[in-house]
């Protein structure tokens, strides 16, 4: 993301900041170290230098007091042996002492003592003995020898602290060579990381214009009109329906408050719940069961439905509004309520009207029975029952009517209902009624579930009715009744070995008066399946059946889970 090349590119900004800082404080310490040496071979080199010169003004001093025997010659020799002792206590405590320096150290302090011993010795002779016998020894070239070991052994030790020096400036410019190839490096892969960066950064600010651009492109092919806004309120993006439908350009909206869309009596009790939204950020409708208003910018108020969605970001929570106008949904509502109030009042009179006439059919014709029977043929007795039956046939198909219209209209509980209990004891009242017929039931362990008590209790009666009546005709019927979960749902299912359907017809099963077995093989309105429909679909679940002819049939319905 841009927020994490530009985070990558601060830290190794101060990686690097932070090496080259490191390679400079080593680069000066290495300069300042070889500096050093310098100043420390130089003044050793000088000190090899001063024991040299001591060593001849040793010699000197004793040479001119044998030859000349005056005593003022001895001061220098005196000189000598003090500053030899100061010089090679100053060579012994300052200078790098490898072994081959201390041997050379060492063999120069013996030759200069020596040659100190020497000078004393030759005093000694030409007071005790003369000058011919000093003539002896400088003739026998000890002391030039002593003299030429340490010109020789000093030369050597300025050798050595020339090479320890070229060394020493070698190793250091090694050192800053290596110094400068990592600086060189840092900043090479530096570079190499900063151009990827800048290519990353540039990848990623186009990838995001393109995901802009297409949010902007689906935000704007939205149906509804959309709102985003932040936590503030404030309106931080629009489509173009936003714009149609308030009557605002999106430069008068960008900015502002979101209340400027809301009437004015309700904004401050707006902005406490857009609060307490925010407290609880989730995917749901606004004001769920209240009748919301927007303001257009004329003035103007419209029925709206808006449902909210948190959209978290890099720059915080904002939401979304999805903004629907439903004034034509509001003025259908409202078509259909009146179709409704007409068709209820319909139904009531149909209902009243049709059961007065019937009334009378079934009354005449019981009168006719009663008064009449003796006078009667079989035939004609045969003809008055098929009226009465026929006449009750159309009471009952009323009473379906009634209650399929109803349905709709009916106010639903949600309690947890034990479905178990509610099938066995149908099944009970089933195996009073039926006390002749031998029905192998067999009830699975049910789930209760969240519904209406009274209406799921109707699906079982239809469903269980309408399995022992097409089992009837069968001399060992057998009826499961079971349940599965599938997904978040729980399908319950009813299955009998009776005389099943033609699949083909399947979809005809629960629309109202639709039969596939006519009324003198089984009796029924065609009313029922189409009730069980009804009141599962208001439970939020579906109804689906299953079955072949003569091999039984199998009927589901589905309920969802508690949330």
Known sequence: STNGIITGGIVTLFVTMGIILFISIRQSERVKDTAQRVNQTQEAIRHAQNLVMTSLNNETGARGSVITGDVSFLEPLHRSVFQFEQEMNWIRTNTYQSDEYTRIVDSLDHFIRIRIQFSDSMINVRRSQGLDAIITMVRDGVGKSYTDSIRHLGIRLIDAETQALEKRKKANEETIGQLNRIL?????????????????????????????????????????????????????????????????????????????????????????????????????????????????????????????????????MMVSASVRDITGSKELENNLRRSNEELEAFTYSVSHDLRAPLRGITGFTTILENEYGLKLDEEARRITGVIKNNALRMGNLIDDLLAFSRMGRKEMAKVRVDMEQMVKELVQEQQIAENDRNIQWTIEPLPMVMGDPATLRQVWINLISNAVKYTSKKERPEIHIGHYVQGRVQVYFIRDNGVGFDSRYRDKLFKVFQRLHSHVEFEGTGVGLALVQKIIIRHGGNTWAEGEMDKGATFYFSIPMES
Request: no cysteine; proline share 4%; charged share 25%.
């Open 184 to 316: 060189f490096g840092v900043l090479g892969i530096v570079l190499i990381l900063a151009l990827y960066s800048l290519y990353n950064l540039h990848a990623d600010i186009r990838k995001k214009e393109m995901s802009e651009r297409k949010f902007r492109a689906l935000l704007d092919s939205a149906p509804d009109a959309t709102v985003i806004v932040d936590e503030e309120g404030s309106i931080r993006m629009i489509n173009q329906q936003t714009e149609r439908l308030f009557g605002y350009t999106k430069e008068e909206l960008l900015g502002k408050k979101v209340e400027l869309l809301i009437p004015g009596n309700l904004r401050t009790k707006h902005v406490q719940h857009r609060g307490n939204y925010s407290d609880q950020p989730r995917v749901r409708m606004m004001g769920a069961g209240i009748e919301l208003m927007a303001l257009k910018k004329d003035g103007g108020l419209f029925p709206v439905a808006i449902s909210l969605s948190p959209i978290r970001t890099e720059e915080g």
